[in-house]
């Protein structure tokens, strides 16, 4: 059951504040769906329960509705709510993107003049990842990298003249900061963060492309620009994941987050134990819009180093989304990722992608590249790579089976770790892509109640060769393990708590070893 802030005071008179609340209203009217339903986290607010908190001097700053909630600046003196609308506490101020870790360009050299080391890195990562391989399979279809799908970037300002987001198509844009309602920085006077993250995905310049730039993008800044880069509010967060999901998202990027209120990450804005996933309205709102069927992918954040374990944040800590820590090139986990566990004892983080030293946007200039370092660049990594995928529609069909897909091609799949999770995911290892060196395996279910049929489809496989076999479940527990001599089918007795989903399958013999994901179905 979903836990809430924590309820400060009931309807009626409310404690003095100066700050922003969260107001929970009581219900979404006289015919609102059942409570729980989608359909009911999707019907509107009562804009008679918001005239009259107007009309009582609140100032209303954002809207939650999947939760029916809103947040609100109060009025001075006595403040008081309408009927049944409850308050449920302040609303945390220290939004922080993963800070980047700053590091050098790549230098040249006399012998490495004819090479640019940007395209050299780039290409190094898009193999770690299988993203050439998903690239070219949309392009044996006559698709373009992104194509028909839409991702959204929650971050800092974007600039839309710069050669990385040059020609986008922007499906949608929104400053939730204000003044005005546009999240752009034309004049370059700001912090590169938002244009660095959206690029890796976005670009389609020639010297730094993006991974996914045929997508329709959606841009959202929800991050200040305040110099010691704190200061922020969650209502705007959950917000902007809303409007994402209402404006067609399948994909959404975040690369920020909530642990800290200091700068030296001393003060934390809320106790541990509310990092469950299920507290922190950011995280609701990263679950709730999974629940819409989006893919979520958010920064595990860069403690790791100066907090070791239980240093990711929210909405890091969010269930049926994918958090992503930093690896260098050597697959090595970067000493600055965050890792967990949650509070309720889950994995975090999910994957992780090369995030020690990528190419990014840089300054205007003659080159206008640069590196940087961070779980802030690991995220839009994975995330084009959820655009790809969904794009290709394998097997998957919903976010939840993608999230699962995605921890199933990953290096660590069969035992993963507290600090990579199920490890390095890499799109040529999901299920119909192919790349993998081993053969593909498939499951049927025969009839109802009876045994599983697993059939092994090795070219050429003979009965008698030497072959064996063990699955596993996505979170790394043995199901079945077979050695022997293959005789074209095995029956394969599963355990009565088998759940049905994504299996990984790792197996070994004549023909080599292999792995892959499938899905099992009823």
């Not at 947040?71 to 993963?98: C, H, I, N, T, Y």
């Not at 976005?202 to 704190?230: C, N, W």
């Not at 994941?241 to 909530?258: C, K, Q, T």
């Not at 993998?436 to 498939?442: A, K, W």
Request: proline letters at 9%; a negative charge; charged letters at 20%.
């Amino acid at each position: 059951m979903r836990a809430s802030l924590p309820i400060l005071a009931a309807a009626g008179l409310v404690a003095a504040a100066t700050g922003p609340r969260w107001l929970r209203l009581p219900d979404k009217g006289s015919d609102e769906p059942v409570r729980g339903t989608l359909a009911w986290e999707d019907a509107p607010l009562r804009e008679d329960l918001l005239d009259s908190l107007r009309e009582m001097g609140w100032t209303l700053r954002a809207r939650f509705r999947w939760e029916n909630m809103v947040s609100a600046l109060p009025p001075s003196g006595g403040e008081r709510l309408p009927a049944g609308v409850v308050d449920e506490g302040p609303v945390a101020v220290a939004l922080r993107k993963p800070t980047p870790i700053a590091v050098s360009p790549p230098a040249f050299s006399a012998r490495t003049a004819s090479v640019d080391p940007y395209t050299i890195l780039l290409a190094a990562i898009w193999d770690t990842l299988g993203i050439d391989v998903a690239r070219k399979h949309l392009a044996d279809s006559g698709e373009r990298p992104g194509g028909g799908k839409t991702i959204a970037f929650i971050d800092a300002h974007f600039r839309p003249n710069h050669p990385m987001l040059r020609g986008v198509d922007i499906g949608d844009a929104y400053d939730f900061l204000g003044p005005d309602t546009l999240p752009w920085d034309s004049a370059g006077i700001y912090d590169m963060h938002g244009t660095q993250t959206a690029g890796m995905v976005a670009s389609s310049d020639s010297l730094l492309p993006g991974i996914a730039p045929a997508a329709r993008f959606l841009f959202y800044r929800v991050q200040t620009d305040a110099p010691d880069d704190t200061i922020l509010e969650e209502d705007y967060l959950a917000a902007a994941i809303v409007r994402a999901v209402d404006h067609g998202a399948d994909v959404i990027s975040i690369s920020l987050g909530f642990r800290w209120v200091d700068p030296q990450d001393q003060i934390p804005m809320y106790p541990w134990s509310a990092f469950d996933g299920r507290t922190i309205p950011g995280s609701i709102a990263a679950t709730d819009a999974a629940r819409h069927d989006v893919v979520v992918v958010v920064a595990a954040g860069n403690d790791g180093d100066v907090i070791g374990a239980e240093s990711i944040g929210s909405p890091a800590d969010a269930d049926s989304i994918l958090t992503v820590g930093a690896v260098d090139i050597s697959d090595v986990l970067c000493g600055f990722s965050s890792w967990g566990p949650t509070f309720d004892g889950r994995t975090k983080p999910d994957v992780d992608a090369p995030g020690c030293s990528d190419p990014v946007a840089g300054p205007v200039g003659p080159d206008y590249r640069t590196t940087g370092s961070g779980t802030s660049f690991s995220t839009p990594l994975v995330a084009g790579m959820a655009v790809l995928a969904r794009q290709l529609e394998p097997p998957w069909h919903t976010a939840e089976d993608l999230v699962l897909a995605m921890r199933a091609s990953g290096t660590l799949r069969g035992s993963p770790n507290p600090k990579m999770g199920w490890g390095i995911p890499n799109l040529s290892r999901l299920q119909g892509l192919g790349k993998s060196p081993g053969y593909p395996l498939h499951m049927f279910r025969l009839s109802q109640g009876g045994p599983w049929e697993l059939e092994f489809d090795g070219p050429g496989a003979e009965a008698g060769s030497r072959f064996g076999l063990e699955l596993r479940d996505v979170r790394g527990r043995l199901l079945y393990r077979w050695e022997g001599n293959w005789t074209n089918q095995l029956w394969a007795p599963f355990p009565r708590d088998v759940r049905f989903g994504l299996v990984v399958a790792n197996w070994w013999g004549a023909y080599g070893t292999g792995s892959s994901a499938f899905v099992v179905s009823p």
